[in-house]
């Protein structure tokens, strides 16, 4: 495809869902043009295996914008925010520094207000998006132990799963005192070498980056392939607003390179720049034909903002438990308080998994000084006693992480701030959100349950560390839907309000599901680009 030449798809966004899409639609003879305002990072620039790795991922590795300050970020206005949010922006989106938690969204995810009568049920089904999941499992190289009981059968993943640490290990023992669900964890880390990636070098530092070129991230496993297929990845292009042409249908996108405007057309825009990108840009795209906003004649752009502010316990044991050792997703989860019980006082429930220390020392530092319990972060931790608190706990802690499942409230929202604004003179991104009284209730249930798991294994002591922490999943801004006036996109992604136009990240998702939601971003984003692969004889209106 020659620069001149008008490609049938533009994708917004080189992250997880730009990733897939990308690939999927090169490999079936689309021309595909991708601009994404970060560049291509280095392996060999990331910070995991320097002795200051720590220091780096609380600066320019940060997953905060506000804290990284890259020239390629945009701010964001976290003031009226409970939530501290995240992002990356580069070749490969946040999967450069997610931990590479795989997980599967439950049945019971798509059926909210079915089955517990709140938020709303999703436009489709577990059964329909299977196998889409299997497909990109594939893709990602994702390992795990098939036959999960918490899930319906048949779930199998490609790659037999990596071996349970002995955080993990003693963990496990401990459920099974209690007679409580537990299951080897899923990763988008291979356990031997697949595709573009490498087996898994057990370093535990993949939230740094993984500097072995084994973890799932997008820029390793789907993108080369993307361009081996003729995609074309144009960097450092931030863009400011997609365009229409005189019969409301999208026709490209504006953008800025070093200060310069520029405009890529395309017969067909996809949008994958997070929950947070992406209502900032529809919002940026406003024209006389959208003035709140493109495609947002439903005023449901920006709203329902969710995430998962997370809780976190952790014990400690006697045993050095070698708890660096990676990968640093899983080593177990458990489902076991996942489905609604009336009785704890709250809806729906929370994927719990372990999760390795990585041996940090600044993290550790703050499971003490900064612990939750007031208790504890009150015990003397200076001299004698800073050495022995260390002593015993770097290698002896094991950390339970308690994802929520975030329902959506309208009052939560992004918005285009009125002053703050990026290098190129663009509205930052304001980020209104407030933890609701259910995700309080739902995250210190769990978290005391966690403290009797942590009896159960044996450990000497156990506190709670954070309530409420961030967790970088930007979800629910640009709802799915049957219905145009209550949805933005239906159960392809596709606007309601202009059909060329599709959204394939987190931001459609009409309820956050109680689990990381990258498996289920990748595989809404498969469905979407094998839906256009389709119906590429369709005329592009007519395609529901």
């Known amino acids: ?46 910070p995991g295996l ?11 590795w940060h997953p905060n914008p506000n804290v990284r300050q890259r020239p390629e970020d945009y701010p964001l206005n976290l003031d009226d925010s409970a939530a501290v949010v995240g992002m990356f922006n580069g070749v490969g989106g946040s999967t450069i520094l997610y931990a590479s938690c795989w997980c599967r969204a439950k049945p019971s995810d798509f059926r909210v207000r079915t089955y517990d009568g709140v938020a709303d049920d999703w436009p489709l089904s577990y059964e329909e998006l299977a196998p889409y999941y299997a497909q990109v499992e594939r893709e990602l190289g994702i390992s795990g132990q098939p036959g999960n009981p918490a ?19 003693v963990m496990a023992q401990g459920m099974n005192k209690l007679g ?29 980056g993984c500097p072995a070129g084994a973890k799932g991230s997008s820029d390793v496993a789907l993108f080369p392939d993307a361009i081996a297929h003729g995609a074309r990845i144009e960097t450092g292009a931030r863009v400011s607003q997609i365009t229409l042409d005189e019969n409301g249908l999208a026709n490209g996108a504006v ?14 825009v996809l949008l994958g720049a997070n929950g947070i990108g992406t209502p900032r840009l529809l919002l940026m795209s406003g024209s006389s034909r959208f003035p709140n906003g493109l495609a947002n004649s439903s005023g449901l752009v920006g709203k329902r903002f969710m995430t998962h502010p997370f809780g976190t316990s952790v014990g400690l044991y006697e045993d050095d438990l070698e708890d660096w050792v990676g990968p640093t997703g899983e080593a177990i989860e458990s489902m076991q308080f996942y489905e609604t019980d009336a009785s704890r006082g709250f809806v729906r429930g929370s994927k719990w998994h372990i999760i390795p220390s990585g041996g940090r020392p600044l993290g550790m530092i703050a499971r003490w000084t900064k612990a939750a319990d007031s208790a504890v972060a009150a015990e003397p931790f200076w001299g004698e ?83 409420n922490n961030p967790s970088w999943h930007n979800m629910g801004t640009a709802k799915m839907g049957h219905d145009r ?15 060329n136009l599709y959204i394939i990240d987190g931001s459609q998702f009409p309820t956050a599901t109680g689990v990381n939601p990258t498996a289920t971003i990748c595989a809404l984003a498969k469905r979407t680009a094998t839906f256009i692969a389709s119906n590429r004889d369709q005329k592009v209106a007519s395609w529901v």
């Open 180 to 208: 409580w669900h537990w299951w080897p964890g899923y990763n988008s880390i291979p356990s031997r070498d697949h595709g573009h990636q490498k087996m898994c070098q057990r370093l535990g530092v993949c939230m740094y």
């Open 50 to 60: 320097l002795p200051e790795y720590e220091l780096l991922g609380n600066g320019p």
């Open 151 to 169: 899930y319906p059968p048949g779930y199998t993943p490609p790659l037999p799963s990596l071996p349970i640490n002995m955080s993990g290990r």
């Open 255 to 268: 953008y800025y390179r070093d200060g310069k405007e520029n405009f890529q057309p395309a017969k067909t």
């Open 485 to 499: 006036e209550t949805s933005v996109v239906n159960s392809y992604g596709q606007s309601h309000d202009v059909p």
């Open 1 to 46: 495809m020659s620069s001149n030449d008008v490609p049938d798809v533009l994708i917004i966004g080189a992250g997880a869902s730009g990733g897939v899409a990308a690939k999927h639609l090169a490999e079936q003879g689309f021309s595909v043009v991708v601009l994404e305002q970060g560049n291509w990072v280095n392996q060999s620039d990331l």
């Open 385 to 467: 006693q800073f050495t022995s608190r260390m002593k015993s706990s770097v290698g002896h802690l094991i950390e339970w992480m308690i994802m929520p499942d975030d329902l959506p409230e309208e009052t939560n929202f992004i918005s285009l701030d009125d002053t703050m604004r990026d290098s190129d003179g663009l509205p930052a991104a304001k980020v209104t959100y407030v933890t609701s009284e259910n995700t309080h209730r739902l995250v210190d249930w769990n978290l005391q349950r966690s403290l009797e798991a942590h009896e159960a294994a044996g450990a000497t002591k156990a506190w709670i560390t954070n309530r």
